[in-house]
């Protein structure tokens, strides 16, 4: 599965910003759909998962929701209420259904395939 991250961008706290992550493949439907990001000096942290549920990070919760179009091939995270520690690059990353119940499937270890990241920027 080949994975292309958009929609990043420089924003002001308060403000959205809607991510997209279009995906290559004609198995879309099948997989563990998510949402990394890594901030300067830290590790990639889980931001959300999406197959016929979905789970977000305490951090992110209320404020961010993810979707996916299976039609389109695409996964989308809309972030409201950004707060300069949402600040980071963001990964979108798909791994096999299976993931959804091992101890991994909110770890980067999880997961197969990874997009090339979109920078989010969040000022004060």
């Known amino acids: 599965v080949q994975l292309q991250a958009s929609g990043g961008g420089l924003v002001q706290a308060g403000g959205s910003l809607r991510l997209s992550c279009a995906a290559g493949?004609?198995?879309?439907?099948?997989?563990?759909m998510a949402w990394f990001r890594q901030a300067p000096g830290k590790e990639r942290e889980f931001v959300a998962a999406?197959?016929?549920?979905?789970f977000y990070a305490d951090s992110v919760k209320g404020r961010f929701t993810i979707s996916r179009d299976n039609a389109k091939n695409t996964v989308y995270l809309q972030m409201n209420n950004l707060k300069p520690e949402d600040t980071a690059v963001y990964y979108c990353a798909a791994a096999n259904r299976d993931t959804l119940y091992s101890s991994n499937r909110f770890k980067e270890q999880g997961y197969d395939y990874w997009g090339q990241g979109t920078q989010v920027t969040v000022s004060s």
């Open positions: 493949g004609r198995t879309f439907s099948s997989y563990l």
């Open positions: 999406i197959s016929r549920s979905t």
